[in-house]
Each structure stands twice: as structure tokens, then as C-alpha cells.
């Protein structure tokens, strides 16, 4: 279990809270509610936001090293303490802290990750309530990646992202994750999705066999996203740091969840570090990170 909190003096819960990429991403229709129906495999990386939350008497307050986010109940993880008590009933309250450094709004699941990481460490400083599917029932009614980062490391997700299987674990690589300096609208890439070309799709078995047999090359080419489609188009960046990675030395490279982050998977140090160096001299957003699992 990632999504794991430390209580201090039963009144102060620490937990870091992972970043995810996805190593294959289809989207396979619409349902009749506006949710589509998706099948994706997910990984842990080492990037990680680091979530405060004290017990307090009354009332939820959020803040972050971030001014431009949210601390009201547009945050989820705002959200995330209110869902907690109302499904409890317990009278009490949460302060909440949050030091990000996973990039936000981009395909990486910080705010979902965030969110676990709430509900984990508010039901640890209330003697949990809540069982553990019942706070990945929570979650789903939050965001469809919180009951994924609750579990983290080698998954597939299917449904709206709610059905979870665990996968063999990642074999150990080096994974470089670029942001370009734009944000991508989750919500306006499905609009688009169902009417836009698809090149190529996962070929999902294939992953899950280079999974199982540790195999970083057959990893890193079975690497596909059908969002990319949709993204690509609208920032063509996105390409241009998929090729530069490629050339870099990256096994492959493509983008993760609906944008616009890229990240490129290394068999050698030397070789993701320079490249982390050579974007690093164009974009701020740039971390080289390790398979949580």
C-alpha cells in the first residue's frame, strides 16, 4: 500500500504522495452519463508531494507552497477530509498542508495522489473508521485515479479507471518526466477523443508479457497512448520532446495521461541524466525518476 501515512503524537499524519505515468492508455468508448470507458496500465514513479494533515477540533483548511492553487473546496484534497467526515459522521476537523512538487494539471495524478494520501491519514488520526475498500470507495467518488493511488506500483485500470488488477512489477529503469509550460484540460481531450483519428492502440498483452519478463526494451516499446492523438495536435511540443528524447537515447517515449507531460524510459544513468540536463536547459518541469513498486 503506497498511499501510507506516519501519525505523529496521534495528532499530525505525514505521507508522501506518488506520481504515475502511463505505460498504455485506450479509450474505448463513451457511456451514455459522459464517462468513457478506458483500459490503461499504470506505474509508480519516485516523484512525490509531501501531505501534512493535523487533527483539529473543527473545520478543514488546506494550504500549499503553491499561491496559485486552490484552498477551498476546489481542491480535492479539500474534498478528500470533507468526504472523509461526511461518510463517518465524526465531528471533527483537518488542517492540511501540502508541498508539491509533482507539476499540477499535468497527466501525472498529483491531485489524486493527494487525495489518497488525505483520506489515508485522516482516517489513521480518527482510529479508522473506514476500512480500506471503503476509503478506495471514497476516493472513487472523488476522482477515477484515487483508487489507484492507494495501491500504486504495477496496475491495470479498466471501467472508468475504478476496476484494478495488479501486474507483474516494472523492471528498474530510469524514467526522465518532461512538462512543457502549458496545462491541458482532461475534460477537453475526451470531448475530442471520440471524433479524432486514431493512429495506433495499445497492444496491452504485449505489455503486460514485457511486464512479466522484466524486459525494459519490450517495455519502453510497447509504450502507447491513444490521448496522444488529441494533445499532439493541439501543442505540437509534445512531439518534439517525444523525438528529442528518442534521440537522447530513450528506449521510447510517449506522453502521460491526457498530457501534456512526457516521459522517456532509460536502460542507463548516464545517458538519463544527460538528457534530464539537455532539457532542463529549456524546461523547469524536468525529473528523472525510478518505478515505484
Known amino acids: 500500500m503506497l498511499a501510507e501515512a506516519t501519525v505523529i503524537a496521534g495528532k499530525r499524519a505525514m505521507s508522501r504522495s506518488y506520481a504515475k505515468i502511463n505505460l498504455t492508455l485506450d479509450v474505448l468508448g463513451r457511456r451514455e452519463n459522459g464517462y468513457h470507458d478506458i483500459k490503461m496500465i499504470m506505474q509508480t514513479v519516485s516523484l512525490f508531494d509531501l501531505v501534512l494533515t493535523d487533527k483539529t477540533d473543527r473545520g478543514i483548511s488546506v494550504s500549499t507552497n503553491l499561491r496559485y492553487l486552490p484552498t477551498n473546496e476546489k481542491n480535492i484534497a479539500y474534498r478528500a477530509a470533507a468526504e472523509f467526515f461526511a461518510r463517518t459522521g465524526i465531528k471533527g476537523g483537518a488542517k492540511i498542508m501540502i508541498h508539491k512538487n509533482i507539476p499540477v494539471a499535468a497527466g501525472l495524478a498529483g491531485g489524486s495522489g493527494n487525495c489518497a494520501a488525505v483520506l489515508t491519514s485522516v482516517n489513521m488520526l480518527y482510529n479508522n473508521p473506514l476500512s ?53 484540460s482532461t475534460a477537453a481531450v475526451y470531448e475530442k477523443i471520440d471524433s479524432a483519428p486514431i493512429p495506433a492502440r495499445p497492444d496491452t498483452d504485449a505489455m503486460v508479457k514485457a511486464l512479466a519478463d522484466k524486459d525494459i526494451t519490450r517495455t519502453a516499446a510497447s509504450l502507447c497512448n491513444v490521448m496522444e492523438s488529441v494533445t499532439e495536435k493541439m501543442y505540437p511540443i509534445i512531439g518534439g520532446i517525444k523525438k528529442k528524447m528518442i534521440m537522447n537515447g530513450a528506449l521510447g517515449a510517449v506522453m502521460s495521461g491526457s498530457g501534456p507531460t512526457v516521459f522517456g524510459i532509460f536502460d542507463d544513468f548516464k545517458t538519463a541524466k544527460k538528457s534530464a540536463d539537455s532539457f532542463s536547459l529549456q524546461f523547469k518541469d524536468v525529473f528523472l525518476t525510478r518505478p515505484v513498486n
Open 132 to 184: 480500506f475498500d471503503e476509503l478506495k470507495e471514497a476516493g472513487a467518488a472523488l476522482g477515477a485515479d484515487v483508487p489507484y493511488c492507494f495501491d500504486g506500483g504495477t496496475q491495470m485500470a479498466e471501467g472508468i479507471g475504478e476496476i484494478l488488477s495488479p501486474l507483474p512489477p516494472m523492471g528498474d529503469a530510469h524514467i526522465l518526466l518532461v512538462k512543457p509550460p502549458i496545462n491541458v
